[in-house]
């Protein structure tokens, strides 16, 4: 089985995929992590990483080539950002978390420790970023509902569910498809 769990940053997908994941006993794998592991390894903060990426694409197309393989090989969950659409042909499931930035920016200060202002700017920074990247690279808009709808078979506006209730809508979902 493959399933495919896409939101922005702090919508809850790595926290989220990594439980459903252990719960159903597949392998998981989060593209946002390999990214800040390869930012970590080039020596490059977060942003500077972003605009080294911006300037060098095959960066975006090494990690998207990686979750193709993984994935054809593998019963797995992959978090990424743009798993679903490249995954589309596939996965067996694709989930969307969404909710507002404020409340995304709260969420990663607090799970980071770090400052809201610093958090927010460099969210925006990131977001922007992979917004122009992806729609260079693949001709994607991620903000267009249409394709949105028609592309996810679950979209979870996360903003006042608990982890739990995340995850039993999840499960809840994946058995009326008959997946698990």
Excluded: W
């Excluded at 972003?50 to 990686?66: A, C, F, Q, R, S």
């Excluded at 969404?98 to 969210?123: A, F, G, Q």
């Excluded at 979209?155 to 498809?177: C, G, N």
């Amino acid at each position: 089985m493959i399933l495919t769990i896409s939101g922005l940053h702090g919508t809850g997908k790595s926290t989220i995929g990594k439980i459903i994941s252990q719960k159903l006993g597949i392998k998981y794998y989060s593209t946002g992590q390999a990214f800040r592991e390869l930012a970590k390894e080039m020596k490059f903060s977060l942003e500077e990483f972003t605009d080294y990426v911006e300037k060098n694409p095959h960066i975006d197309k090494k990690l998207d080539k990686k979750i193709i393989e993984i994935a054809s090989r593998d019963n797995i969950l992959i978090d990424s950002q743009l798993s679903a659409y490249i995954l589309d042909s596939i996965a067996d499931f694709k989930i969307l978390l969404t909710c507002p930035l404020e409340t995304r920016v709260n969420r990663m200060t607090e799970r980071d420790n770090s400052n809201y202002e610093e958090k927010l700017k460099e969210t925006l920074i990131r977001e922007k970023s992979e917004l122009a990247r992806f729609n260079k690279l693949y001709e994607l808009d991620l903000n267009n509902q249409s394709i949105i709808e028609n592309l996810y078979n679950l979209i979870i506006d996360t903003t006042e569910l608990t982890i739990e209730e995340v995850v039993e809508i999840i499960f809840a979902a994946l058995k009326k498809q008959e997946l698990i």
